[in-house]
């Protein structure tokens, strides 16, 4: 069974920068698994942010960007703002399937 | 606009069928790949299922393959997900979410609705 890992929690002051990460089981993480980034607050649906490893939607702002980095998919937050408080989850792809990581919960501090 | 706009949630015994429906507009749906994603109380998301634009192409999660079917009708713009032989992990609220034309993303959510599994 697939397990895609990202870091259960992280604290970021408002205006820092931080970095969350998404690790794949089966080994490194490479544009082949084309690595989408989803926001989720509670109470709302899950919003897209990041495609095919470091593409934005037309509604991201340009603070979320995406990356790869050593052997795995990456957010990047850069001047943090405290509505960017909430769940972030990256989605993988498998061939024919996808799976998700299990999340970060984003805390603003 | 698009919109997604799911309905058929509700409270359903252990071993039982229900059906969820996502009517989509705003775009052209039968170009388009759909998917169902869940998530059960106090967990992350889970990926379901898939289907492709003209429906040619489905693929499932290894937890939900062989009890649920994911299909559509172009013609109303609206995928549907059957769900049969549930089980109390399947609780959770069913997301239905647009995925891409070309590449591989998904952009478009619904509000989802609840699925409750008890007795």
């Known amino acids: 069974q697939t397990v895609v890992t990202q870091e259960p929690s992280l604290t970021v002051s408002p205006g820092g920068t931080v970095t969350l990460t998404c690790a794949s089981s089966t080994g490194a993480v490479t544009s082949g698994y084309y690595p989408n980034w989803f926001q989720h607050k509670p109470g709302q649906a899950p919003r897209a942010l990041i495609y095919?490893?470091?593409n934005i939607h037309s509604w991201t702002p340009a603070r979320f960007s995406g990356s790869l980095l050593g052997g795995k998919a990456a957010l990047t937050l850069s001047g943090v703002q405290p509505e960017d408080e909430a769940e972030y989850y990256c989605l993988l792809f498998y061939g024919d399937t996808w799976v998700f990581g299990g999340g970060t919960k984003l805390t603003v501090l | 606009e698009v919109q997604l706009v799911e309905s058929g949630g509700g409270l359903v015994q252990p071993g039982g069928s229900l059906r969820l429906s996502c009517a989509a507009s705003?775009?052209?749906?039968?170009?388009?790949?759909m998917h169902w994603v869940r998530q059960a109380p106090g967990k992350g998301l889970e990926w379901v299922s898939r289907?492709?634009?003209?429906?040619?192409?489905?693929s499932y999660a290894d937890s939900v393959k062989g009890r649920f079917t994911i299909s559509r009708d172009n013609a109303k713009d609206t995928v549907y997900l059957q769900m049969n032989s549930l089980r109390a992990e399947d609780t959770a609220v069913y997301y239905c979410a647009r995925g891409a034309r070309v590449g591989f993303l998904i952009d478009y959510w619904g509000q989802g609705t609840l699925v409750t599994v008890s007795s």
């Open positions: 289907i492709k634009g003209d429906g040619s192409r489905t």
């Open positions: 705003g775009f052209t749906f039968s170009s388009y790949w």
């Open positions: 095919s490893t470091n």
